[in-house]
């Protein structure tokens, strides 16, 4: 069950409240064990959801979800404030540093990435088109909620807290969380950057990995020296069932911390490039391999595989192969490997590749042999090369014949004859056989 916050010192808040109850059908029940100031009195369910009011703020409200029938997440309906322009935004809550506005120093609530990422999907699908929709880093209270929870805001000023269509908006993305779980499998911590975070956004949007708490620049100088924050660090993963971190910036005394704890710092490349890849596998792989970071990338038989072994790829036929495409090459190492070695930023495979087995391999082979057979007049495969043989035109055969370097030169290589001192030389006259062996 999803608990809904709505705060009646924030008109903001009320007003997505009011959109909420009209877009379902709730039931209205009575709580005569709490003050109506803190969630008590009357309040509503519906399916999956139970909305509660409160007189507070929401960053002043602790242990929110001790007012609702055992939920699982809670939402804190808000308004959002700064010089944004409309906007529809999320975030998690604590404090990395000083609790200027509401909770404890230091402290931090736990998160519902999963869910969060949700949210972000049905804000672009609800939000009206003058409003865009972002995320925000971890910046104030409450500390302690009891369950996962988010901030879900309508922003940023008077015009969009009193806006009926971007207070359904919010309602609408609120009430499409129905049923969806706070964490998934994937999920890391952020660092560095700005209040609003684009590049966490984009992991967000364009990966399998969700984002839990989010240190930006300002959160990592309240925060101060993180060896003496240790427990602060610890606890952004703890509350975000994380054990990933990605540090946007350079902070080198923040990532020796977090892999001291036992946590692991990951790019944004490293990010993309596991999607849909078993983390143990992948693990497994780099440990085997490379890592992403070196060039390691992932290939279609990076699946649940508890067996493989790393081969040298055949170097000069892959060369071979790149230069006839370079990316069909890359494409035939891919679809039969567990993993690859890349160079030119992942666009060229070289070097070791996992394998299932030396069949793995061989399919490998073949495909890349396909592929220089464009190029040559016969390829063959033989037990340790692919031999490649091409008839072309010889310029040394046709000096030897008197003909002239230039048009000439152009046209017998081009498979035309031409005319040399009243006599026509046939392009076969200056062609010479060439065989090519590229080791396996």
Known sequence: ????????????????????????????QEDDTRPDAEG????????????????ALHLDVEDAAAAFTDPDLLVFASRHSGDTGPLLTAHFTGNFGHAEYGGTEGDLARTCPNAHAHLLAAFDEHAPDAYEVGMECTHHGPSRVGVPSMFVELGSGDEQWDDPDGARAVA????????????????????????????????????????????????????????????TLRQAFEQSRADYALVEGDHPDVERVIEDLGYRVVSETWTRETAGVPLALARTLEDAVSTVD?????????????????????????????????????????????????????????????????????????????????????????????????TAFDPEKARSLGIPEGPAFGKLSNGRPVEVDGETVPPEAVRTEHTHRFPV
């Open 1 to 28: 069950m999803i608990a809904v916050v709505v705060s009646r010192a924030d008109r903001a808040s009320e007003h997505i409240g009011e959109h909420l109850l009209d877009l379902a059908d709730w039931t209205e």
């Open 172 to 231: 609408r993305a609120v009430l499409d969380l129905r049923g969806v779980a706070a964490h998934r499998e994937r999920q890391l911590v952020g660092f560095g950057g700005g209040h609003y975070v684009p590049r966490f956004e984009r992991i967000v949007r364009e990966t399998d990995w969700a984002v839990g708490h989010v240190a930006a620049d300002w959160c990592l100088e309240a925060l101060g020296d993180p060896e003496k924050r240790r427990d």
């Open 40 to 55: 008590g009195g009357r309040y509503y369910r519906t399916e999956g959801f139970e909305l509660r009011e409160f007189d």
């Open 294 to 390: 070196d060039g390691l990338r992932f290939g279609d038989l990076a699946d649940e595989a508890s067996e493989f072994e790393v081969v040298s790829l055949p170097t000069e036929l892959l060369a071979d192969a790149s230069g006839v495409d370079l990316e069909r090459a890359r494409d035939a190492v891919a679809r039969h490997a567990l993993a690859y070695e890349t160079e030119e930023g992942g666009t060229r495979a070289a070097g070791r590749a996992a394998v299932g087995d030396a069949t793995d391999y061989d399919r490998i082979v073949d495909a890349l042999a396909d592929l220089v057979a464009e190029r040559y007049d016969e390829v063959e495969r033989t037990a340790d090369a692919v031999v490649a043989r091409e």
